[in-house]
């Protein structure tokens, strides 16, 4: 997080800190400039000019690109917003990212729809910035340019046989998998060879993948998980799930609802904890942590000798490589070996207390492995002509926490504001916490670009945006969809679930989205 001091509040001139220890030189709005070193020149224009449309480009279609245009839209009279998708279909990780058995979640699509539908916003869905379009030239035809397009990737354990052995999953690609994510639509991950699974990680998308795997898989017939995900799971040997973190119960990052969703899966057992991990006075503990620790000690409903399907939470375990069956080339995964952790400090159960590694190692059996450590952005070609800095450590792109995107100028200690390009939700502050999470963020950045515009701050050159680009897109051939068109895919979605008795059958390749249109 970005260490904010007052006089960044006060919007007065000089040195504030940033997160990365480098210094962001607030100009203000009145005087504010463009750095000399920028490397991308364009024409600069005051925000708020009277009679002039506001028009903005939001990179990504899921919660974080629909909140802030909703937010900007109600904040800048007659403001026009283009929206551009990699995939034909809109809503990303509330698509793709959302558990099946979660509909309630979703709801926030009616929202979004409801935001689609104003006639001052465009889709472009199909459409890969950087390759179909650049970023030169979004820059060219906006006011400003919102990159909300989320974290792509997932983060590596860095460890021996991970990239060597089968049977060893992203949970972000198994997760994509279920979900319809044309990305991972091959995955084919092989739920048939043990009868435990491992998940490395303790977050809510590792309870998730706990979850799944040992759900009553009619269960999940209704819900809009995919035919070929139905057909992988009803062959399923799992019978055991342990998921496993570096460090203790207190420092845990899923959430109440998530666990109490495990504990009470029918016929389906948690393994009672160690409580010495545990402080001996529950009740003084913050309420969500109290109130998590009393639902973990409590344990399921279920007798635990008495069930077929069982799971647990392994703590104080840091992995140190995954081991083969045989030696041979891509040979299936047997077991992975970890080394034993101990918490440090004063307080063990502080949630921020870390850990250190023992020469104490142990050996888990397993056929089935999924990382779940995190997410991870990445950067868009053409970014570094604009002037904007990625930070490749952290996954996010540089900015004042508000949203406001920094340019390290030479010597890269200065960071200085980038007119007219903004950043929300993943690609922002990092890949976590909730939709809820992201709403409040991208309602932060949507402020700031509003009070910017009122302000006449500095923006990029303007003009008519995807008026003018579609025919430079379109020469090159690419097949873009509109909201009309995704309507389409998404009756025709329908139509297919409720043949099969589900809410709807989702495509998985783009190729037959697009043959809807046809």
């Known amino acids: 997080m970005y260490r904010v001091r007052a006089a960044f509040r006060s919007r007065t001139s000089g040195l504030l800190e940033s997160s990365s220890g480098k210094f962001y030189r607030w100009r203000p709005r009145w005087t504010a400039g463009v750095t000399s070193q920028r490397q991308y020149q364009s024409q600069i224009v005051q925000g708020g000019q009277d009679g002039r449309q506001f028009r903005m480009a939001v990179l990504g279609s899921g919660p974080a690109g629909f909140y802030t245009a909703y937010k900007v839209m109600q904040g800048i009279d007659n403001a026009k917003v283009d929206m551009y998708e990699y995939l ?9 990212g959302v558990a ?34 650049s970023l030169k030239s979004l820059a060219d035809h906006y006011d400003a340019i919102v990159f909300a397009y989320g974290a792509s990737k997932d983060r590596k354990l860095g460890i021996p046989g991970e990239d060597q052995l089968n049977g060893i999953y992203s949970a972000r690609d198994f997760v994509g998998w279920y979900n319809g994510l044309p990305e991972f639509s091959r995955l084919a991950p092989q739920l048939d060879l043990g009868d435990t699974a491992v998940v490395i990680g303790q977050g809510n998308v590792a309870l998730d993948v706990a979850r799944i795997l040992l759900k009553d898989v009619n269960s999940l017939r209704s819900t809009d998980i995919t035919d070929q995900a139905l057909a992988t799971l009803a062959k399923s040997k799992v019978k055991r799930v342990r998921v496993v973190g ?6 845990v990052s899923f959430t109440i609802k998530e666990v109490r969703e495990l504990m009470k899966l029918p016929s389906v057992a948690f393994e009672p904890m160690n409580r010495q991990l545990i402080p001996s006075n529950i009740l003084s503990l913050p309420r969500t942590a109290k109130r998590l620790t009393k639902l973990l000690m409590e344990g399921s409903t279920n007798q635990f000798t008495h069930v077929e399907k069982k799971w647990a939470l392994n703590f104080l375990l840091s992995p140190v490589r995954f081991l083969s069956a045989s030696s041979t080339t891509r040979s299936q995964l047997r077991s992975i070996e970890f ?18 590694i023992t020469t104490d190692h142990q050996h888990i059996s397993t056929s089935l492995a999924f990382r779940s450590i995190g997410y991870q952005s990445e950067a868009l070609p053409g970014m570094s002509e604009l002037g904007i800095h990625f930070d490749t450590k952290r996954g996010i792109i540089t900015n004042d926490y508000y949203g406001r995107l920094l ?3 030479h010597g890269a200690h200065i960071e200085e504001p980038l007119p007219g390009m903004y950043c929300a939700g993943w690609v922002k502050r990092g890949p976590a916490g909730v939709i809820a999470n992201t709403m409040e963020d991208s309602f932060a950045t949507a402020e700031a670009i509003i009070a910017d515009w009122k302000d006449r701050s500095p923006f990029l050159g303007g003009g008519d945006g995807w008026d003018t680009l579609k025919n430079e897109i379109a020469s090159k051939g690419v097949r873009t969809v509109s909201w ?5 895919i998404d009756a025709a979605e329908k139509v297919r679930g ?9 495509f998985t390749n783009p190729h037959d989205m697009l043959n809807v249109l046809n």
Not at 246 to 251: I, K, V
Not at 339 to 356: C, H, M, W, Y
Request: net charge positive; proline share 10%; hydrophobic share 35%.
């Open 498 to 506: 409720k043949a099969v008795g589900k809410e709807r059958e989702k």
């Open 339 to 356: 080394a034993r952790t101990k918490l440090i400090g004063s307080d063990p159960f502080n949630p921020a207390a870390q850990v250190e």
């Open 246 to 251: 570096r460090r203790g119960p207190m420092q």
């Open 407 to 409: 340019s390290l100028t």
């Open 484 to 488: 009309k068109d995704w309507l389409r």
């Open 88 to 96: 034909p279909v809109p809503f990303g990780l509330v698509r793709y």
């Open 100 to 133: 099946p058995d979660h509909p309630e979640v979703k709801n926030c699509q009616d929202k979004f729809t409801e935001v689609a539908s104003a006639p001052g916003f465009s889709f472009i869905g199909n459409i890969n910035v950087g390759q179909d379009v």
